[in-house]
């Protein structure tokens, strides 16, 4: 069965404190890891797709690595807008279909 | 959200009705899902669908089917609503390789 576990659950930074945030996996067949962010009472928002171990993808103050077991986002000097949940999930394919499991998210509050 | 609308997205239904929710899609995607959103679970899909006519169970299909008569509409049906069955559902699609899945902005659903 597909495991997604991230950490930590929630996570509280002052503004400019740079941070990880962690998405462990367990699956057969990765076809991706996929980060997203979720702002209260709105669908998850599509931030990076990652393939391969050691694939690095960047958006302003975010990057996310992977590797054969974890995937990282790293928020650097982030500010009150970057406060949301963060989602991870993984894509796996039974045949030619395609699934995406998610972990639970953590949750980010930045403070001014 | 990139041609995705939920419809309700409030409901509050009693105990024992059967509910529907529709998911309407303008990009033609193939690829379609119901997820479900509940605090301490994140997201878990209930049931995804490959083409028209062709569906399959997600991890916790149980009180709820799904039709797709036409590539844009998918329609989640809970046959006799359960108080369990209170919350957040999103719609989904693949929207290719790199992309990853857009989702709808969730409906809400609450079950007395």
């Known amino acids: 069965e597909d495991q997604v576990t991230q950490s930590p659950e929630a996570l509280r930074l002052q503004e400019g404190e740079s941070s990880s945030l962690n998405c462990s996996y367990t699956v057969s067949g990765l076809r991706g890891l996929f980060w997203y962010r979720q702002d209260p009472g709105k669908g998850p928002e599509f931030l990076f797709t990652l393939y391969s171990a050691g694939e690095e993808k960047e958006k302003e103050r975010l990057k996310a690595t992977l590797t054969k077991k974890e995937s990282f986002l790293h928020i650097t000097a982030p500010k009150p807008e970057d406060s949301a949940t963060y989602l991870c999930a993984v894509q796996t394919s039974g045949g030619s279909n395609y699934k995406l499991t998610f972990g639970k998210g953590t949750l980010l509050t930045v403070n001014p | 959200d990139a041609g995705i609308t939920q419809s309700p997205r409030h409901k509050v239904t009693e105990t024992g009705t059967p509910v529907t929710l529709r998911c309407h899609q303008t990009e033609n995607h193939r690829y379609m899902y119901w997820y479900r959103q509940d605090p301490g679970h994140g997201l878990r899909l209930i049931h995804y669908s490959y083409g ?35 919350s957040v559902y999103f719609c989904a699609t693949r929207t290719g390789t790199n992309y990853g899945y857009t989702f709808g902005s969730g409906t809400r659903l609450t079950v007395v």
């Open chain 2, 52 to 86: 028209v006519k062709d569906t399959d169970k997600g991890e916790v299909s149980d009180g709820y089917s799904v039709s797709r008569s036409k590539t844009e509409d998918f329609l989640l049906t809970l046959e006799s609503a359960t108080s369990s069955q209170t």
